[in-house]
Structure formats: structure tokens, C-alpha cells
């Protein structure tokens, strides 16, 4: 499969250049009719890469949430299970990726790789928001301290980090 095309810059370009002719604000429509008229090519290959993207996310949606992926009905197993349980394992593949097992299917093996898989994604998650919550201590402290907006505080914050700076540089 080819490589992804990034078609930021040409939007970028055409919008540009549209502006300069127009002066005006420009709509979706027009924009995208001159850049079909000048990248056509690469434009039907990334739309068509992009709706490759998009039927392989609604078949793992389907693969990950469906109920009954063969007509039958699981409910009764999910009801045994107190509903906790998902009609399919995703179970991740040594070449990458997953495998959608579905629940009746599933080995021990199956049962006890997605578990590790989601205590793995816990602890990813928990991981992240430690880092979140470090990152917006300071300015949240500061939002509180002064009653500002976040852009406004982002921007105090700023300042006196720069501040801090040109004073280190003075002791130096």
C-alpha cells in the first residue's frame, strides 16, 4: 500500500492563493474544486486511502462490539458474565495488530492476552494522566490564583518563565 498523503500543504497553498485572488472568506466546495482541478490525482489516491481507513475502523467497531458475529444470539453468555464482558477479545498479534475472537471462541490463552492487554492499557492510561495533570498543575494553579482564562494564564506563565530565565542569565 502506498504512503499516506499529507494534502495539508495543498490546501495550505490553494487556500492562499484563493484568498489573494478573492479576498474573501472562502467555502469548503470551491476549495476543494481547485484543488481537484490542480493535485487531482493525488487527491482520489488519498480519498481513496482515506476510505480504506475509514471501512477498516467500522469493521473493527463491528469486530470489537458485535453481538453476535454469526447470526447468533450470545446474549445468555453475556448475561452469565453479568454484562461485563465484550462479545469479542481483541487479542494482540505477534506481527502486530489484533485478532477479534469472539467470546464463545476464546482459549484461556485468548482470555488471559486480552486481560494483559488491558491492564496494559490501564496502565498506559494512568501513565498519561499523571503526565496531564503535571503538565496543567502550574497553569491551572495559576488560573485559580488570579481568576484568569487559560490563554491568560498560559501567557502569565510564560512571562515569568522568561523572567526566571534573563534572571539566571544575570547570576551567570
Do not use: C
Not at 84 to 107: E, F
Not at 119 to 134: G, P, Q, T
Request: no cysteine.
Amino acid at each position: 500500500m502506498s504512503t499516506m498523503i499529507n494534502i495539508g500543504p495543498m490546501i495550505a497553498k490553494i487556500t492562499r492563493d484563493m484568498l489573494d485572488e478573492q479576498g474573501t472568506i472562502l467555502d469548503v466546495e470551491s476549495v476543494y474544486a481547485r484543488m481537484i482541478n490542480h493535485y487531482g490525482d493525488q487527491i482520489f489516491e488519498s480519498e481513496r486511502m482515506l476510505a480504506q481507513v475509514a471501512v477498516k475502523a467500522k469493521i473493527k467497531s463491528h469486530l470489537k462490539n458485535a453481538h453476535s458475529i454469526n447470526g447468533d444470539d450470545e446474549g445468555d453468555q453475556l448475561k452469565l458474565l453479568k454484562d461485563d464482558a465484550p462479545a469479542t477479545l481483541a487479542v494482540k498479534q505477534d506481527g502486530g495488530g489484533y485478532a477479534y475472537i469472539p467470546l464463545r471462541m476464546a482459549s484461556v490463552a485468548d482470555l488471559d492476552a486480552a486481560t494483559k492487554s488491558k491492564k496494559d492499557n490501564i496502565k498506559n492510561a494512568k501513565a498519561a494522566l499523571r503526565r496531564w495533570e503535571r503538565s496543567i498543575k502550574p497553569i491551572r494553579g495559576i488560573m485559580i490564583e488570579q481568576k484568569i482564562s487559560f490563554p491568560e494564564a498560559q501567557k502569565l506563565a510564560a512571562d515569568q518563565a522568561e523572567s526566571e530565565t534573563e534572571k539566571r542569565k544575570r547570576k551567570a
